[in-house]
């Protein structure tokens, strides 16, 4: 027996730790699955994220599906994965359409996870040259990332962060191959296609726009070339709806109008946001280079100082944002770049123990486990975030529902539950309410959201953000003006108006009050 062990202990060791990984991952999704929802409920805390479910639904392969910014690769491979998988993800019983909803979030909330568990498996491969020892690292490199309360919210949210990052990191792995072996083209292609399909999943790229250059300055030629692989992939991978080429430049332009001139403390708050999410990985990367066995690179100097620049460009980039929204998020795929570099770094200098293999594994293990766990409480607390207001969220949306189906005509705000598949004529979404498209709409019954009102009546004027959003923003303010005190609101026409409905959600419902009918002999 013993001779079987010592005879197959790699293998063992691996399927023994690749099986640890894959136990983490799964603890994760029952996490995961406990956030899904429906896109009416989602959009109650989060309409980025319920839009993303739209997109999804509405994706094929052989369509534009008119949305640029989060590209189509991101949405196809969502649509695909809920697609193949039916009706899944559904404890609670509702209907067909709300159902599917729940599929499509569903699937993107697992890409993400999948994605953070793919990172972390690449950066650990680059550091460690061990398939087992890789296994460990990538758990406690899961662990340490959603231990960062913006990694963790981003699994739970449905956005393409976490997928984007993992291209990109990957994309980084094969040109660091590229420069180690310049002698084999096939790897400057690899790279460059995966380069491609990042920009297919979300135009984040362009802040490394510079770092491009400077990566092959001075072999342009090449560059030029690589540059061709990667609009080729861009295109194909996202064909036909890549084909329209100033699309994504008018979506970027309209971003950036969303931020102001750099100031002390916007340049602080960067900072802050780098070292929170990069303190707990760098720690778990700096102890597996001296507990596990680090993988060998070769690289000539040159080339890892046009890398160098390349990762940290788009750091610098960031610290001259100023956005006007949150955006911590912007980080995250940078922030693995980072990873990944300083874990090649590492390979090249470092301390070695010379302890046995399994013993010093063991030691990083119980460390690591020790200091971020395999579930961080982080996941907890971003879950108990995301399912906030879920259940009054439920109760408003049957009350719409039942609305509706009366015949009546509802016009909501955003971060209200509403049935999105209704009819547009007797169930609509506004982000710009006035009482002159009141009067278009004659609409009877308003589903209100206060904290959304607010941004228009609280103070004497709106925020930056919000007059950059909606510029004629003061019949706006008139609107929400009406119904900002009281159970009862008018309208400049001789509406009237009762509240019938409110929770602690910020959640309003407002019947249109009906003439009465004339007393009959």
Not at 15 to 33: D, E, K, M, P, R
Not at 73 to 80: E, G, I, K, P, T
Not at 127 to 132: A, K
Not at 374 to 395: D, F, H, I, K, Y
Request: with cysteine; glycine share 6%; proline share 5%.
């Amino acid at each position: 027996m013993k001779d079987f062990l010592r005879a197959h202990q790699t293998l063992l060791l691996t399927w023994t730790c690749g099986l640890l990984f894959a136990l983490q991952i799964l603890n994760l999704h029952s996490y995961v699955v406990l956030a899904v929802d429906h896109q009416a409920v989602v959009a109650t805390n989060d309409d980025d994220a319920a839009w993303n479910i739209s997109k999804t639904l509405k994706t094929r392969w052989w369509k534009d599906n008119g949305w640029v910014l989060y590209g189509p690769a991101y949405f196809r491979l969502n649509h695909s994965i809920q697609y193949f998988w039916g009706h899944t993800a559904d404890p609670i019983p509702i209907g067909a359409e709300e159902t599917w909803q729940r599929t499509a979030h569903h699937a993107i909330l697992t890409v993400s996870l999948l994605s953070v568990a793919g990172t972390a498996l690449v950066v650990a491969r680059t550091m460690v040259s061990v398939w087992w020892m890789s296994f460990l690292l990538a758990l406690a490199l899961t662990s340490a990332l959603l231990s960062s309360p913006t990694w963790c919210e981003l699994l739970l949210r449905a956005h393409p962060d976490h997928l984007f990052t993992l291209v990109i990191v990957g994309a980084l792995y094969l040109t660091l191959r590229m420069f180690e072996r310049m002698s084999e083209p096939i790897w400057a292609k690899l790279a460059a296609i995966l380069w491609g399909v990042s920009v297919s999943v979300k135009m984040t790229l362009t802040l490394c726009t510079p770092g491009f250059v400077l990566l092959f300055l001075p072999r342009f030629r090449q560059g030029w070339r690589f540059l061709g692989v990667m609009l080729l992939a861009y295109f194909l991978i996202g064909f036909p709806q890549t084909i329209v080429l100033d699309r994504p430049f008018r979506a970027l332009a309209e971003i950036n109008g969303l931020s102001a001139p750099p100031n002390s403390a916007s340049m602080l708050h960067w900072l802050e946001v780098f070292g929170l999410q990069l303190w707990r990985p760098l720690l778990t990367l700096a102890l597996a280079s001296v507990c596990l066995t680090r993988a060998r690179h070769q690289i000539p100097r040159a080339s890892f100082l046009r890398v160098s620049a390349f990762v940290l460009l788009p750091f610098l980039l960031l610290l001259f944002k100023n956005m006007l929204v949150p955006a911590d998020h912007y980080a995250i795929p940078f922030v693995a770049m980072f990873l990944l570099w300083s874990a090649y770094g590492l390979t090249l200098v470092g301390l070695r123990v010379s302890l046995r293999p399994v013993v010093r594994a063991v030691i990083f293990l119980a460390v690591m486990l020790a200091a971020w766990g395999s579930t961080p409480g982080a996941v907890q607390t971003q879950l108990t975030v995301r399912l906030a207001c879920r259940e009054p969220a439920r109760v408003v949306y049957k009350k719409i529902s039942d609305y509706s189906a009366a015949g009546e005509k509802v016009w909501v705000d955003p971060y209200v539950p509403y049935v999105t598949t209704g009819d547009e004529a007797r169930m609509l979404l506004g982000w710009e309410k006035t009482w002159d498209y009141y009067e278009k709409g004659k609409w009877t019954v308003l589903a209100l959201n206060r904290g959304y009102a607010q941004r228009f009546t609280e103070g004497s004027e709106p925020s930056a953000y919000t007059k950059i959003d909606i510029p004629k923003w003061n019949p706006v303010r008139e609107f929400y003006s009406a119904f900002k005190g009281g159970d009862l609101a008018r309208g400049p026409h001789g509406e009237v108006f009762y509240k019938v409905y409110q929770n602690d959600c910020q959640h309003e419902i407002w019947e249109l009050a009906k003439p009465q009918a004339p007393f009959s002999q």
